[in-house]
C-alpha cells in the first residue's frame, strides 16, 4: 500500500515537463547526463547512518542496481536501486528508492543505473525526488540480503531501508484487516502474535520486533486483484517461508514490497466444525454477531442484499454450533424483531419450532441488545428470566435458568456485553492508562462486580458473553475472584486460545467462566475459530469486497469466534 502524495506527485510532473528525464530532452541532454558523467555519491552516503538522509534537499547522483520495479501509474511510481559493493558500515544501507515518475519504462530489474535526482524524506522514506536523469549503462545483479526476525532489541528496520531482503525463517500471517483496502498483511516470527493482557510472558515491546508488514507494491485502494487470495484467502495462522522484497517505509511503517511470489502453506486450515466439548448432555455457545440489525443502514447490513448475505452466514454458524443454549451479542435492540428474524429464519433451516428465544426484561437503551435462544426441545426456562439495573451497564446482561426437558439440575447462563475499549467520551481514570486495558476499564470491572453478585444469586451460574477484556485484564481478575473461571483456559490449549483479533495481535475478548458447583459438570470448551483468522473482505458487505470472494458459509459471519462448552447434567429425580 503506497497512497502517493500530490506534492511529490506534482515534483515529479514538474521535471517531466521540464523534458531533464532521458528520453524526454533529446540527444543533447543524454549526452549531458549519460554513461560517461559518473556519481558524485555512493548510495550509503545518501542513506547515512541515521533515521534521516544528511544530504536532504541536495542533489546527487548514484549508480546501483535495479532490485525491484513499481513504475506503473497504480503502482508506487518509482523502482529502487542498490549498491552491488556495499560499505562497510553495518548502519548504512546500500538501497535506495528513486521516485522516477510513470515514464521509464525501459528500466527493467538487473539494469545498472546512474540516477541524478534530490535526496529527499518523504513520510520518512529516504528517496530521490525528483529524477532529472535515469542512465541505464549495462546490467548486474544483487543477491537479497538474509534477514531473520525478531530483530534484535534496540534495532530498527532502518540500516535495510531500500534493501533487498529475503527471510529464510517460516513466518506466520498475524494481521490482515487491511489487505482488501490496501494489499497489506502483516506476518510475525516464531508464531502469531499475542495480546500482552491476554497471558504472562508477553510483551508488546517483543511483539513489535517479531513482525514485519507486507505491501502489495501498489497505490491503490480497493485492488480489483487482492493478493493472497488465490486459490485460497489466506487465514491467520498461515505461514510463508523464503519471502523477498525490498523494505520500503510509509505511514510510520516499514514496508517489504515482494519481488517474488510468496505463497503461503495452509497450515490452519479451515475447521469444518467445533471442535469436541466431550459427554456432554447440553451445550452452550457465546456468538457475537456483529451487529444484526433488521433496520437498514445503522450499524448492520446497507441494503436487502447484505442482509440476506449476512442472516446466511449468521445462520450457517448456527447451525455448526447445533447448541442448546447461545448467548448472542450486537443484536439490534428492537424488541423481538431481530432476534425472532434469526430464529424464524434458523428454524426455517433445521426444523420448524427447533429453536425459541428468551425475553430481555431490561435490554438497556444502547443500540444493541444481548439475548439468548434455546432449543426447546432439549432444554427448557425455570423461572422468568433476570437482569441488573445496576447504573455502569449500557447493555445490561440476561440471566435464565434451565433445566432439560428431562428434568435434573438446573444451570443458568448469563449473557454480557461490557462496555468496548473505544475512548469516546472517556475522562479521568475512565481515559486510556496506558497499561494495555484500553478506555472505559474501571467501568468495566464494576460491570464485573455486578455481573459476580447476580451470579451469587442463581443456580450453578455460567457467566458468558464478549466482556471486553483479555484474559489477565481486571474485570476477568474481578470475576476469578467471585469464584467464576474460565473454561476455555481450562480446557483449549494455549495457540488456540483467542477470539479476536486487534492491532496484529491474537486474544481472548468472549470468555465462558463457569462457578464452582457448575465447574464440576463442565466435560470440555473450544473456540470455533471461523471469523478472527479470516480477511474481512469475505464478509457479507457488497461494497469494495470482490463479489467472487463471498461464499453462504459461516465463515466471516463475524469478527469474534464462536465459543462452545459442553455440560454433563444429571438427569430427572
Not at 97 to 109: E, I, L, M, Y
Not at 141 to 151: E, G, I, N
Amino acid at each position: 500500500m503506497s497512497r502517493t502524495s500530490l506534492t511529490r506527485t506534482a515534483v515529479a510532473t514538474a521535471a517531466l515537463a521540464a523534458g531533464t528525464l532521458v528520453g524526454l530532452g533529446g540527444a543533447a541532454e543524454a549526452a549531458q547526463t549519460g554513461c560517461d558523467t559518473p556519481a558524485t555519491h555512493r548510495i550509503a552516503q545518501v542513506q547515512g547512518p541515521g533515521e534521516a538522509t544528511p544530504l536532504n534537499g541536495s542533489t546527487v547522483r548514484v549508480e546501483g542496481v535495479v532490485t525491484a520495479d513499481f513504475q506503473r501509474g497504480d503502482q508506487l511510481g518509482g523502482f529502487f536501486v542498490q549498491d552491488p559493493d556495499p560499505d562497510d558500515d553495518p548502519a548504512t544501507s546500500e538501497g535506495l528508492f528513486v521516485f522516477a515518475g510513470t515514464s521509464r519504462g525501459d528500466v527493467k530489474v538487473g539494469d545498472r543505473v546512474l540516477v541524478t535526482g534530490r535526496a529527499i524524506e518523504f513520510n520518512g522514506l529516504t528517496e530521490l525526488s525528483p529524477v532529472t536523469a535515469v542512465d541505464v549503462c549495462g546490467t548486474g545483479a544483487v543477491a537479497p540480503t538474509a534477514y531473520d526476525l525478531p530483530r534484535p532489541e534496540g534495532v530498527s528496520f532502518e540500516p535495510h531501508e531500500g534493501m533487498l531482503l529475503t527471510f529464510p525463517e517460516r513466518l506466520t500471517a498475524t494481521e490482515h484487516y487491511q489487505l482488501g483496502r490496501y494489499g497489506e498483511l502483516t506476518v510475525s516470527a516464531q508464531g502469531r502474535l499475542f495480546q500482552p493482557t491476554d497471558r504472562p510472558g508477553v510483551s508488546q515491546e517483543a511483539n513489535d520486533r517479531r513482525r514485519l508488514l507486507i505491501d502489495d507494491g501498489s497505490n491503490r485502494q480497493n485492488p480489483p486483484n487482492v493478493p493472497f487470495t488465490s486459490p485460497e484467502p489466506v487465514r491467520l495462522g498461515d505461514t510463508v517461508r523464503g519471502l523477498t522484497g525490498v523494505l520500503g517505509y510509509g505511514f510510520g511503517q516499514y514496508r517489504l514490497q515482494p519481488t517474488a511470489q510468496a505463497t503461503f502453506e495452509r497450515t490452519n486450515p479451515r475447521p469444518a466444525a467445533p471442535g469436541p466439548v466431550g459427554p456432554a448432555n447440553v451445550k452452550v455457545a457465546s456468538f457475537n454477531t456483529l451487529n444484526w440489525f433488521t433496520t437498514l443502514d445503522r450499524r448492520g447490513a446497507g441494503s436487502p442484499e447484505e442482509q440476506e448475505r449476512q442472516l446466511t452466514k449468521l445462520v450457517a454458524a448456527l447451525k455448526g454450533l447445533d447448541a442448546d443454549v447461545v448467548g448472542l451479542m450486537e443484536v439490534e435492540n428492537n424488541g423481538d424483531t431481530a432476534v425472532k428474524a434469526l430464529v424464524d429464519r434458523l428454524n426455517a433451516e433445521v426444523g420448524a419450532g427447533a429453536y425459541s428465544w428468551i425475553r430481555h426484561p431490561n435490554p438497556g437503551t444502547d443500540e444493541i441488545h444481548v439475548t439468548l435462544i434455546y432449543k426447546p426441545g432439549e432444554v427448557e426456562p425455570v423461572g422468568a428470566p433476570r437482569s441488573s439495573t445496576d447504573e455502569n451497564f449500557d447493555r445490561p446482561p440476561l440471566a435464565q435458568t434451565f433445566r432439560r426437558v428431562s428434568g435434573g439440575e438446573p444451570f443458568t447462563v448469563i449473557v454480557n456485553h461490557f462496555k468496548s475499549k473505544g475512548c469516546d467520551g472517556a475522562t479521568g481514570e475512565e481515559a486510556d492508562q496506558g497499561d494495555g486495558q484500553g478506555c472505559w476499564n474501571p467501568k468495566r470491572v464494576r460491570q464485573a462486580r455486578a455481573v459476580a453478585a447476580l451470579a451469587a444469586d442463581v443456580p450453578h451460574p455460567l457467566v458468558i458473553g464478549d466482556l471486553n477484556a483479555y484474559g489477565t485484564e481486571d474485570p476477568i481478575r474481578t470475576l476469578e475472584k467471585a469464584g467464576l473461571h474460565s473454561q476455555t483456559e481450562r480446557f483449549v490449549p494455549a495457540h488456540r486460545r483467542y477470539s479476536y483479533v486487534f492491532d496484529g495481535q491474537s486474544g481472548e475478548l468472549d470468555h465462558v467462566l463457569a462457578g464452582r458447583s457448575l465447574a464440576r459438570r463442565v466435560t470440555g470448551a473450544t473456540i470455533w475459530h471461523i471469523n478472527a483468522d479470516e480477511p474481512l473482505i469475505l464478509d457479507y458487505n457488497t461494497e469494495y469486497n470482490p463479489p467472487s470472494l463471498y461464499k453462504p458459509d459461516a465463515y466471516r459471519s463475524s469478527d469474534h469466534d464462536p465459543v462452545l462448552i459442553g455440560l454433563r447434567l444429571h438427569g430427572g429425580h
